[in-house]
């Protein structure tokens, strides 16, 4: 050694005056973690993390200690943020969502919540994804009043007629109960027996001499007795609404 003097060099220099830098990798035997990458630096290294971890080394997972409730967390290079389930909000996912707030159901329809999205249960006679749809908006009734049902409709018939549609005439004299040759006379309502000579009654089923007093003669019926009287037979109208 020289006599005078001598240099204690800094790490990584060298030389009689620590003038010479000295090549290393300060990042061999680095403590770089979870992906991170280590960065030499003159002196010493920095670890520049991957995203979501942090600390010197990158060793903290951002999502370690999560607030996340309802909802997954995802890790940010700084902090991290929750992803919520279908029906969950907020910063934590802890806010549950009601569906039905500002829901499109009409017609006094009932809103159900669901997971995800909602659905109308519509009143009798609505049908359609938002109840918003009448039944008898275009029915065939022809002589009758639609009456709208949970599904489809009905068609209530006006007197004298019946059918599917309210689109057949009723024939009130089918099955009619006049009797000894009497003739039946349709009517809007119903219907009436028109007697043959000799007979009266509602159903022409009375002979005018059933209880005569001819005591030494023969009786002879005539058109009309003394109290002889037309008599409405009322039918109602057997319809089938299907």
Do not use: W
């Amino acid at each position: 050694m020289t006599a005078g003097y001598r240099c204690d060099c800094k790490f990584g220099y060298t030389g009689r005056n620590c003038e010479i830098k000295v090549k290393t990798n300060n990042c061999e035997n680095h403590q770089c973690s979870l992906g991170s990458t280590c960065v030499a630096l003159s002196v010493g290294y920095r670890c520049d993390c991957s995203p979501g971890y942090t600390g010197t080394y990158c060793s903290t997972n951002n999502c370690a200690n999560n607030q996340c409730v309802f909802g997954t967390c995802v890790a940010l290079s700084v902090g991290y943020r929750c992803e919520c389930r279908a029906g969950y909000s907020g910063t934590y996912c802890n806010t549950r969502i009601n569906n039905c707030d500002n829901n499109q159901c009409t017609s006094g329809s009932t809103c159900v919540a669901l997971t995800s999205g909602y659905r109308c249960n519509c009143s009798p006679g609505y049908t359609g994804t938002y109840c918003s749809t009448n039944n008898c908006a275009n029915n065939p009734c022809v002589f009758g009043t639609c009456v709208a049902l949970s599904v489809g409709y009905r068609c209530e018939c006006n007197t004298g007629y019946n059918g599917i549609y309210c689109n057949t005439p009723i024939n009130k004299c089918d099955n009619n109960q006049c009797k000894s040759g009497s003739t039946c006379v349709a009517l809007t309502s119903g219907y009436r027996c028109d007697c043959g000579p000799g007979y009266t009654g509602t159903y022409c089923s009375t002979s005018n001499c059933a209880n005569n007093q001819c005591v030494f003669g023969t009786c002879v019926a005539l058109a009309f007795s003394t109290d002889a009287s037309v008599t409405l037979v009322t039918v109602e109208p057997i319809a089938t609404l299907e």
